[in-house]
């Protein structure tokens, strides 16, 4: 959430919404665990290795793969490298800045991060071309276009379908081209504390109100690969087991309707 | 990484012979820096952190939040803090624990009354074996309140993981290296909710509630060294 002044929201508007969630609705008519709609273009960006445009609501990210040969770490020779960076566009809000990553870029970078990397998306082990000498190196870069909330799971769609089909380009050094292989769909489930309710993919304006955010992702077993409470706030221990229940109930059905 | 390394025996104990569910030793000592408004030394295993905490006028003037206080702590690691030199300066996984820390912290302070101030919470990690966000925060907040800051509550953190596939509390270096999941977590003892939760790994809902219950239980232990330590700097010793 941008902590900035530029970021404030009127009392008004703010005990609207409180109002409306109490209610169980919120003001856009969702029900508390609806997502906004979501649109995922893949190959969006045919020179890319893989691809994929995601919209949620109006939190427009795209998802770029670049796959090269490159060496692996000293401490993992047998394993091929992956890397996820979320940029924060200057464009995508008014006080989104140019320059390094904020704290902000950094948490939802390695969160979305973490998501990936334990449900074991790649097999880095299979990304291996000669052992300790030469890996392939999967850079998984997201551009956030627009805000308006919920970059996390935007994120998360967007690299998983931008893996889904991404191609190693084994022919530009002498091989043959090969479907990266994808062994599992995670998908993570962001929620709002607003008032004593857990709101799933707040907008922007249900972020300003939040008092904490909760990431759950899960994967198709079922388990918990990333979990992160963000934002300042506190949560009991029902609330996070309820959360563990949403994310898995609402995650299985994006992934069945939007990554199968 | 390397699966066959073993890390519970045959009588169900671990690599440095802890039970399941058995604690590092930990040590907190306040009052270490004599220069900070309020200061904390931790030895959690063989972790040592220490934490000095300013409190003064939020500087530049337009970071001034004029209704509260602003939480900036700082998560730095020293060069030989750890087996390979760390390199200097802010990484991102050390802006993102120094982030999650001070998100932890502004959740016990009571900001608002300390309108236009700023609370730097300066963390060193001196010697790192696992679980140094916990140490550091559980540090941080005896820190914080030795520096006179109005809270509502000492934040105290305790991890949990798993080794071997197995629930363990307060994973050791290997176990972190190379077991399947790392839980780290904070809460308010007094209302024991959570300020601080991250997990990564792969950890089942049931895993998940026996990691909790065990942290909740290890977390009533750690509060008591916290506020022993604050108590300890205005006790008058016997015999002297």
Known sequence: ?260 | MEGNIKLINDDGLRLDGRAFNEMRPIKIQTGVIEKADGSAFIEWGANKIIVAVYVREAYPKHTQNMDRAIVKARYNMAGFSVEERKRPGPDRRTMEISKVVSEALSSAIILEKLPRVEIDVFIEVLEADAGTRIASLTASSVAVADAGVPMRDLVVGCTAGKADGRVVLDLSKDEDNYGQADIPMAILPRTGKVVLLQIDGDVSEEEFDQATSMMMNAMKDISKIQRDALMSKYSIEDGE
């Open chain 1, 1 to 260: 959430m941008p902590m900035d002044s530029n970021a404030v929201i009127s009392e008004i508007k703010k005990g609207f919404i409180l109002d409306s969630i109490k209610k169980g609705k919120r003001i856009d008519g969702r029900s508390l665990t609806d997502f906004r709609e979501i649109k995922i273009t893949e190959n969006f960006i045919p020179k890319a290795c893989g691809s994929a445009m995601v919209e949620l609501g109006k939190t427009k990210v795209v998802a770029g793969i670049k796959i090269e040969e490159g060496t692996p770490f000293p401490d993992s020779p047998e394993s091929g490298v992956m890397a996820l960076n979320i940029e924060l566009l200057p464009m995508a809000f008014p006080t989104f800045e140019s320059g390094p990553p904020s704290e902000q870029a950094i948490e939802y970078s390695r969160v979305v991060d973490r998501g990936i990397r334990e449900s074991n998306v790649i097999d880095t082990s299979k990304l291996v071309i000669e052992p300790g000498e030469k890996v392939w190196m999967v850079y998984i870069d997201i551009d956030v276009l627009n805000y308006d909330g919920n970059i996390i799971d935007a994120c998360t769609l967007a690299a998983v379908s931008a893996l889904k089909n991404a191609i190693v380009p084994a022919s530009k050094y002498g091989g043959e081209d090969f479907k990266l292989p994808v062994n599992a769909l995670p998908v993570s489930v962001t929620m709002a504390k607003i008032g004593d309710e857990l709101v799933c993919d707040p907008d922007l304006e249900e972020e300003q109100v939040s008092n904490g955010r909760i990431t759950v992702t899960m994967a198709e077993d079922n388990h918990i690969h990333a979990m992160q409470k963000g934002d300042v706030g506190e949560f009991s221990l029902d609330e996070i087991r309820k959360a563990i229940k949403t994310s898995s109930d609402i995650g299985s059905k994006i992934r069945e309707k939007y990554l199968r």
